[in-house]
């Protein structure tokens, strides 16, 4: 397949990358390891209403992806999924990037917007823990409906946890489990799970980690948690909710040649280049003074990367900027 542009990850950000590649009249395929589209969006919060998209007071994190698509679909980019990106090379002014599953794609530039990499979810060292994953332990949601009634314990103290245990607390009997009386979380959901713990909404068991699970072969019955002196409390469960943030690895963008800091691309501002031209990063995986980690930041990462390589696509021609209502009818 020949290209101008292979776009790495068909999360939100490469997404739109197609999008706007089909803006500046760039042909481009992108490529994605997960068997869906959406990223982290449609792997691990897919029901999870998002606050911070200008223009959507709230939209569920599956619509965004919808409606992603939908953007991208005037210029019909070519998706293939699942399937990595396991290597990337230069032959001549062509880059060459092949797959886990034998395709072989050659493009002008290359966009990486690979997020966390391949990832997973970080696994509470708990003993048996295994035999009840995908039963009574879930790392993320898929169908909220499907919780409704349960006593659901979540644990953690981060944007997920506390998204999770508000959302979950009108449908379900919610516990949420924190090691230590601090957030890291958006300071208005904070606010948030005190007043809905205030009112007997949520049960907050601050101070406590998780530290045995008790129940059948298959289902969990109660879970163990444990304070730094020893004492211990037990929680009725159906369902619990660990949430510990998900493991980063770039697997084999690790051998792209290109300047790694602890698991992200090194970018040049105000263009997102790597220190590879030709190679840009942007969204989760690009990293620069002051990166916030938000899809908002990668869409606007995304025009500047692509504009600045249009005169590389488009054999030195330079571009003259227009608004999207000068280009489409
Ligand atoms: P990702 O969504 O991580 O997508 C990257 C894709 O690249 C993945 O699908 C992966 O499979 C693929 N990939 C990686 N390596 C390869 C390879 N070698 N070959 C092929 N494919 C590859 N952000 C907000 O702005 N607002 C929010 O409210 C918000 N809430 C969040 C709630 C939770 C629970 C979480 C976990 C995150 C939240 N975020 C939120 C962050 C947001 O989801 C990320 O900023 C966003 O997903 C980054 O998009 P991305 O396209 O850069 O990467």
């Known amino acids: ?44 919060y897919p029901e999870k209403p998002i606050y911070d998209i200008p223009g959507y007071p709230n939209i569920q994190a599956a619509e965004l ?38 395709d072989v794609i050659e493009a002008k530039i290359v966009l990486i917007a690979a997020g966390a990499g391949s990832f997973g979810p970080n696994r509470p060292p708990l003993k048996g823990i295994e ?20 006593r659901i314990t979540i644990a953690g103290g981060g944007d997920s946890a506390i998204d999770w245990a508000i959302s979950l ?17 958006a300071d208005a959901s904070v606010k948030e799970l005190y007043r809905l713990s205030e009112e007997g909404k949520i049960n907050l068991v601050i ?24 004492n211990e409390k037990v929680i009725d469960t159906d369902i619990l909710l660990p949430f510990f943030g ?7 963008i690790n051998d792209f040649g290109l300047d790694i800091e602890q698991n992200y691309l090194k970018v040049k501002q105000p263009n997102y280049e790597t220190n590879v031209p030709g190679i840009y990063a942007v969204g989760d995986v690009a990293k620069y ?9 990668g869409f606007a990462e995304v ?15 330079a571009l003259h900027f227009e608004y999207s209502t000068s280009k489409i009818n």
Not at 246 to 252: A, I, T, V, Y
């Open 246 to 252: 998900l493991k980063q690895n770039l697997g084999p």
């Open 289 to 297: 003074e002051g990166k916030l980690k938000l899809i908002l930041t």
């Open 1 to 44: 397949m020949r290209v101008d542009v292979a776009i790495i990850g068909a999360g939100p950000v490469g997404l739109f990358a197609a999008f706007q590649a089909g803006m500046l009249g760039m042909k481009s395929c992108v490529v994605d390891a997960l068997d869906c589209i959406g990223g982290q969006c449609s792997a691990l």
């Open 303 to 317: 025009s500047s990367a692509l504009h600045h390589s249009y005169s590389r696509v488009f054999d030195g021609k």
């Open 207 to 230: 101070n406590y980690q998780l530290s045995a699970l008790e129940g059948d072969a298959d289902h969990l019955e109660k879970i163990v948690v444990s304070d730094l002196d020893g």
């Open 65 to 102: 992806v919808y409606n992603l698509k939908e953007q991208a679909s005037r210029f019909d980019p070519e998706y293939l999924l699942s399937r990595q990106v396991n290597s990337l090379s230069k032959d001549g002014d062509l880059f060459r990037l092949s797959t886990s599953k034998g």
């Open 169 to 185: 607390s009108s449908i379900a009997k919610v516990t949420l489990v924190h090691r230590r009386a601090k957030f890291r979380a």
């Open 131 to 150: 035999k009840y994953e995908g039963k009574s332990v879930f790392y993320l949601v898929g169908k909220r409906e499907e919780l409704a009634g349960k």
